[in-house]
């Protein structure tokens, strides 16, 4: 047999996704304003970052970063292990630990790598991973790359996870899920997930990357707005890119998990620390997340809005509260027909289609941020009503 061509292999499954218009396509931003995204010289209205206390753009957070970078530089030159640990690091790490009630927190360059490293670490060959179906990819692939064998269970299905862990009651077993479902929006069941864990010696991760800063006393996430503490979770993972609108991630919890971390995670150990000014910046959205209590009050009014006005318009809405509100199509080319035409009028909407979510769930992913008004949103309702219903003579969407 000649031996394939890996180029040739590539290029063949591009052509496959472009075929089932499934193909992926790179878009440039040409510059961000607020919610006001600009693309190919028009100026469109994004309801499409995570950026949901609207901090990315906070006077105040783009201060402490240019300060660090004129102080400090830009690289931080080194692992954390090396001399890449500066005090910026230091103070924010502690301040995450303070914020979510762990005893102590390590940064990771970003949350893909935070995953993937606490994975690595925990779990051994012979072990087992208990993960939610609709966990974030880069759970899964810490499964895998950590060597554990990978269970699933159905969508927020706790019996499903327990008969998961009850089918290798030997085996040393860490159960993962997202705190809040990325791309559905939805809450993960964690108290009853926190009971069978500790039925079962079990180790629960949850990945908090949607819930920091929008849920819980002072925004300090799912955990903290179920009283969940480091006992009941043991493993807090969540990144700063998103309702904190800088970069990175952080893994927080006890002391010894931390210093084990430090000591085995290879994605902690062998990579460039984030820029010192990086962590300046999240530092300073953390004071300001924890601070103004009404970002997320706003948030949760925009969220409201959206979706009385959506339910108003019979939209396919589904069962979220929170900053992320999809409109459920169905199929690929049906998501994608929509976002071109929200496009065509001036709205920047992600179409989210398979392998990031199941077939035929292809979806609209709306987000909302504190940085939108309520006339935007009124005007994305607006443009949601005026999608013409499909040949076929479905309903709108
Ligand atoms: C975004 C996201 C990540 C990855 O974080 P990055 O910092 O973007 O690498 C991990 N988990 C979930 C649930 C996410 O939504």
Redo the contacts with the bound molecule.
């Keep these: 047999m000649p031996r394939p061509s890996l180029l040739a292999r590539l290029a063949q499954s591009t052509h496959e996704r472009a075929q089932s218009s499934l193909l992926r396509r790179l878009r440039t931003i040409e510059h961000a304003e607020g919610p006001w995204l600009e693309s190919g010289g028009r100026r469109l209205l994004g309801f499409c970052g ?1 950026d949901y206390l609207g901090l990315a753009q906070h006077p105040l957070v783009i201060a402490a970063f240019k300060r660090t970078a004129d102080d400090e530089g830009v690289g931080s030159t080194a692992a954390h292990l090396i001399c890449g640990h500066r005090a910026e690091h230091a103070a924010l790490e502690e301040a995450l630990a303070d914020w979510t009630g762990r005893e102590r927190a390590a940064l ?8 993937l490293g606490v994975m690595q670490a925990l779990l051994r060959a012979g072990d087992m991973c208990v993960q939610d179906k609709l ?5 899964l692939d810490g499964a895998a790359l950590a060597g554990a064998q990978l269970k699933r269970y159905p969508h927020n299905d706790v019996d499903g996870a327990a008969r998961q862990l009850a089918s290798r009651a030997e085996a040393g077993a860490l159960l993962a899920t ?5 791309m559905d929006g939805d809450l993960a069941p964690l108290r009853e997930l926190a009971r069978l864990c500790e039925q079962e010696d079990a180790t629960l991760m949850v ?4 819930g920091l800063g929008v849920l819980g006393d002072n925004g300090a996430g799912t955990l903290s707005m179920l009283d969940l503490g480091q006992r009941d979770v043991p493993v807090l ?1 969540a ?4 309702a904190l609108g800088c ?3 952080f893994v927080a919890g006890s002391a010894n998990l931390v210093e084990g971390l430090l000591q085995s995670a290879r994605t902690y150990v062998y990579t460039t620390a984030m820029p010192p000014a990086v962590a300046a910046a999240a530092l300073a959205a953390v004071r300001i997340a924890r601070a103004e209590s009404w970002r997320r009050e706003k948030l949760a009014a925009l969220i409201r809005r959206f979706r009385d006005g959506a339910q108003q318009l019979g939209l396919p809405l589904m069962p979220s509260d929170t900053a992320i509100q999809p409109l459920l199509l169905g199929e690929a080319t049906t998501a994608m027909a929509a976002a071109g035409a929200l496009e065509a009028v001036g709205f920047l909407v992600g179409a989210i289609r398979p392998p990031t979510v199941p077939a035929g769930k292809a979806r609209l992913r709306i987000t909302l941020s504190a940085a939108h008004e309520e006339e935007h949103v009124d005007q994305l309702l607006e443009a949601l009503s005026g999608l013409a219903p499909d040949e076929a003579g479905s309903p709108p969407l």
Excluded: P, R
């Excluded at 966990?135 to 759970?139: K, P």
């Excluded at 990945?207 to 949607?210: I, S, T, V």
């Design positions: 995570n990771f360059s970003t949350g893909y790598l935070a995953n966990n974030h990819a880069c759970l997202d705190g809040i479902f990325s990945d908090d990357a949607h993972m990144t700063l890119g998103k970069h990175g991630a």
